[in-house]
């Protein structure tokens, strides 16, 4: 049996104790934009409840064009006007360059890749690089609380980066 | 107080129960690839537990640039081998047009984004759009595991797409 598999499994769970429909526009106004690592299980560290904030996730919670997307849909449509970002120690990030990862998938595959990886040498100066991105963008236009923290993998406490 | 002051007092009270650090690569050697939808606590529909996979989330559960960057790293860095996607009923991507949406933000802003806002008509279709994305891109190595499904946010369960 796959992973997936026993994964639906639990669904079936999930959905026998479930209990109605939510309404779709998220009730804290919040956006969650968090790396997409195992251990940070976003709801929990945030005491979040099911339909209260948007949680955007990838690689290193950095902020891409795919992000600004995201953030544009979240606010423009959905009414969302807070934005917590979400860095954590022993990112997987921190552990090669872009140059090298692309370099490794060129010799693999042949193609090297049009995008940069966005790999970071420092936890804090990339927290800080993503509020940047957003306030930059001509797209989002509530960039009054955006907030940036780390998220400690041994404490589950999160620092905010000032 | 923000929303955001308030879910650093929850993470206060997570911080004060949190039991030691887990080792970085998902255990379960999977990637979930998710909307953002605030009512999709990916965790808990999948009984998923810290550590165990990566979680990617975006506005529609699509796959751009940015989610195979994603999913390269997790593959290729991390050795996940399994791809699940979540797409979802009542969904913000079925209710305008990519077309709409940036004559909007060119109307308020000025600037037209030169990306794609990625909105949908059809879910089944959709899900089958982003497994496509996946299976043809040189970066993923492990397509052999990678189903698609909606969530229904009426019943929380989750439907698999073939």
Not at 30 to 41: G, K, Q, S
Not at 45 to 54: A, F
Request: include cysteine; proline fraction near 4%; hydrophobic fraction near 40%.
């Amino acid at each position: 049996m796959s992973v997936t598999d026993e994964l639906l499994e639990h669904n079936a769970a999930y959905a026998a104790a479930f209990t109605g429909p939510l309404p779709l526009p998220p009730a804290r106004g919040l956006a969650v934009l968090a790396c997409m690592d195992a251990r940070i299980d976003v709801y929990r560290v945030l005491g979040l409840k099911e339909g209260e904030s948007h949680v955007i996730r990838n690689a290193g919670g950095v902020v891409t064009e795919d992000e600004i997307r995201s953030l544009a849909i979240s606010q423009r449509l959905l009414g969302t006007t807070e934005i917590i970002l979400i860095h954590h120690t022993d990112c997987g990030m921190l552990t090669f360059t872009d140059d090298a990862f692309k370099a490794s998938i060129q010799e693999d595959t042949g193609v090297k890749p049009s995008w940069a990886a966005e790999a970071f040498s420092d936890l804090d100066t990339d927290v800080r690089q993503s509020i940047a991105r957003i306030k930059n963008s001509p797209y989002i236009p509530h960039t009054d609380s955006v907030r940036g923290f780390v998220f400690d993998v041994a404490t589950g406490k999160l620092n905010e980066v000032v």
